[in-house]
């Protein structure tokens, strides 16, 4: 359990600047996306919600995305010792406060206050739960097209854990994705904690920025004293708003996991992308697309070795990878479970030496052999859970002593199936527990290189 105290020193946003935050991978998800969303807000407190999600829901309502915010309570316990303000008093204040920092957002009349009592979160769970069922219910939709955001699940703070938990089971359970917001975090953590290290950042254009900052100041129980008397102190310090007046905002992000009916597999692979492929020659433009030939290029920059002597890429589609990875291998076998994208990628690679390239669904079919490099881009998603089990398994036993796993995944979210890049990622650090020698991650992509220990060496 942490302990702090908003008195404390706390860690200076000095020191989280010179971390690597400001580099951390970008919340994948483009304008498009986020307007096409419905998002649910949990604050445990006013100024809660403009701290954490201000920038992010000052964007959400440029774009018109459907917002409803939840305010659990009014936060009538931030000075217990005030000797000139009862908390009645200012649990007033603070919800005319928190209306107009919603309004400043662009979110007026897009909010509803839920009366729990201050520190007491812990005790009305089940409440708070039937209260964002109520909201999801109000912003009609797919399950996997709404997204909850709320406090930090390990925040620090009884209320805003109790909240963050409360919306994590939620997700899980309803199949929204999930936002978490750090706000007292920063204060007590310090860069040396991992946790942060698997966030996401969500770049604040002007707008939002300025919004935010026009929010918070409606705060002022809070960013300024109460009166000059012992006991109404302001509670929120410079040094601490430091943390929230960044270019960007941060938060733990988990996409929708489960995708509603049935959701595709490899056994549905062959049909699928026959459908693809026979459609089009080049259905993703991965001869055209500078993404696809700039993602490629960095694809093979990041080969830790010059030459391989044995390659073995999965989901080949038409072949532009193969083509570039057969001038790095001796040999190279492509496989695919489209039929027509084997045809394609026979055509496109006929005539060059120790290419071959086979119709194979897998993890089931899986060629026989051992290999030095092996390739799995842009396919794990396209697995069952169960089934990206069963590929790591393969990968293991194919892959040879000190040899290199290439994954490379879109970050975005996959309609019809059940898992999404970075899930695919972190599933396979998970089962492997090989060294990641090199990692890529930008809003659209993550290319990561993992090296098979030699035997007798630890793994990492």
Not at 195 to 203: E, I
Not at 363 to 392: I, N, Q, R
Not at 418 to 429: E, I, N, P
């Amino acid at each position: 359990m942490v302990t702090f105290s908003h008195a404390d020193q706390g860690t200076a946003e000095a020191a989280w600047a010179r971390s690597g935050l400001a580099v951390a991978p970008e919340l994948p998800l483009g304008p498009a996306e986020l307007a096409g969303m419905r998002f649910v807000v949990l604050a445990a407190h006013p100024d809660d919600e403009t701290l954490g999600a201000g920038g992010l829901m000052a964007r959400l309502a440029a774009l018109g995305a459907d917002v409803e915010v939840l305010l659990c309570t009014a936060g009538e316990g931030s000075h217990p010792d005030s000797p000139t303000t009862s908390p009645e008093e200012l649990a007033q204040a603070r919800l005319a406060e928190f209306a107009a920092a919603l309004a400043a957002l662009g979110l007026q009349d897009r909010w509803r206050f839920l009366g729990f009592p201050d520190r007491g979160l812990g005790s009305h769970t089940d409440a708070i739960a039937a209260a964002v069922g109520e909201a999801a219910a109000r912003l009609p939709g797919r399950p996997d097209q709404l997204v909850l955001v709320a406090p930090y699940r390990s925040d620090g703070h009884a209320d805003h854990d109790a909240l963050g938990a409360v919306a994590a089971e939620t997700a899980r359970e309803e199949g929204h994705a999930l936002l978490e917001y750090p706000i007292w975090y920063w204060h007590w953590a310090t860069p040396a904690d991992d946790h942060w290290r698997a966030w996401v950042r969500f770049p604040l254009d002007a707008p939002s920025g300025e919004a935010k900052e026009r929010a918070m100041a409606e705060h002022a129980t809070q960013v300024m004293p109460l009166s000059p008397a012992l006991g109404d102190e302001t509670l929120l310090s410079r040094d601490f708003l430091d943390h929230f007046a960044r270019g960007y905002e941060v938060f733990a992000w988990t996409p929708a996991r489960d995708v509603p009916g049935p959701a595709h597999s490899s056994q549905d692979a062959e049909e699928v992308f026959d459908a693809v492929h026979n459609g089009s020659a080049d259905p993703w433009d991965y001869a055209s697309s500078w993404y696809e030939r700039r993602k490629r290029a960095l694809t093979l920059a990041a080969l830790p070795g010059e030459m391989y002597q044995r390659a073995l890429e999965v989901g080949c589609s038409i072949g532009t990878l193969t083509e570039d990875l057969a001038g790095r291998c001796r040999s190279v076998l492509a496989v695919d479970a489209s039929g027509a994208a084997v045809r394609l990628a026979r055509q496109r690679l006929e005539g060059r030496d120790g290419v071959r390239v086979e119709q194979r669904v897998v993890p089931g079919s899986w060629p026989e052999g051992t290999f030095d490099l092996l390739v799995v881009s842009e396919v794990g998603y396209y697995l069952a859970p169960g089934e990206l089990a069963g590929l790591w398994d393969r990968v293991e036993a194919a892959l040879e002593p000190g040899g290199v796993l290439v994954l490379c995944h879109w970050r975005h979210p996959i309609e019809g199936w059940q898992l999404d890049g970075d899930t695919v990622h972190a599933l396979a650090r998970e089962r492997l527990r090989w060294q990641t020698t090199g990692l890529y991650r930008e809003r659209d992509f993550v290319l990561e290189i993992l090296v098979r220990p030699v035997r007798g060496t630890d793994v990492a």
